[in-house]
C-alpha cells in the first residue's frame, strides 16, 4: 500500500503505533481504536487480514 501510494505521488511521510501518547505529550486526551476493533464491533468483517497492519481511528480533544 505505501508503494502504492509514493508511485502516486501521495507519499506517506509519518506514522505512529502509538497515537495515544504522541497525542497526550501535546496536551490532547484522545480515544484510540484500531479500525478492525471498530468494524468488528459493528458485525463486520475485519479490515485488514489476521496479524495484518492496522489502522487507528482516533478522537481527540483539548
Known amino acids: 500500500m505505501l508503494e502504492r501510494f509514493a508511485r502516486l505521488g ?8 502509538a497515537p495515544a501518547a504522541l497525542l ?4 490532547w486526551s484522545s ?3 484500531t479500525v478492525t476493533a471498530v468494524s468488528t464491533a ?8 489476521e496479524g495484518g497492519p ?3 481511528l482516533v ?3 483539548r
Open 10 to 17: 501521495m507519499p506517506w511521510v509519518f506514522g505512529t503505533d
Open 24 to 27: 497526550a505529550a501535546r496536551g
Open 31 to 33: 480515544d484510540v481504536h
Open 42 to 49: 459493528f458485525g463486520r468483517a475485519p479490515a485488514t487480514p
Open 54 to 56: 492496522d489502522g487507528y
Open 59 to 61: 478522537h481527540a480533544t
